[in-house]
């Protein structure tokens, strides 16, 4: 069975960063797509970046040159770097496999002013 399991989020202040991982389970990682999502309170849930088996990445245009998505196949797990943290990046973000449409628990990113 696919297992996704995040990590890593947290309380900032404007301008820290903060790393996400997402380890996976169940699956050949190395050959699957992977993305991160994230969901403010009152929001639909968006995407925020993916990571194909080649190591191509997409952002959404909010986070451009602040977060980087990364994926180290030894370990089975993919990480979303973010810098320069913004209060309405405040949101659970979630990692995703979209071939078999699994989410992971989440985790909770807070950025105070």
């Known amino acids: 069975q696919v297992q996704l399991v995040e990590s890593g989020g947290g309380l900032v202040q404007a301008g820290g960063s903060l790393r996400l991982s997402c380890v996976v389970s169940g699956m050949t990682f190395s050959i699957n797509s992977l993305t991160w999502h994230r969901q403010a309170p009152g929001k639909q849930r968006e995407l925020v970046a993916s990571?194909?088996?080649?190591?191509?990445?997409n952002y959404a245009d909010s986070v451009k040159g602040r977060f980087t998505i990364s994926r180290d196949n030894a370990k089975k797990t993919m990480y979303l770097q973010m810098d320069n943290l913004k209060p309405e990046d405040t949101a659970v973000y979630y990692c995703y496999a979209p071939r078999y449409v699994r989410w992971g628990q989440g985790t909770q990113v807070t950025v105070s002013s």
């Open positions: 990571i194909n088996s080649g190591g191509s990445t």
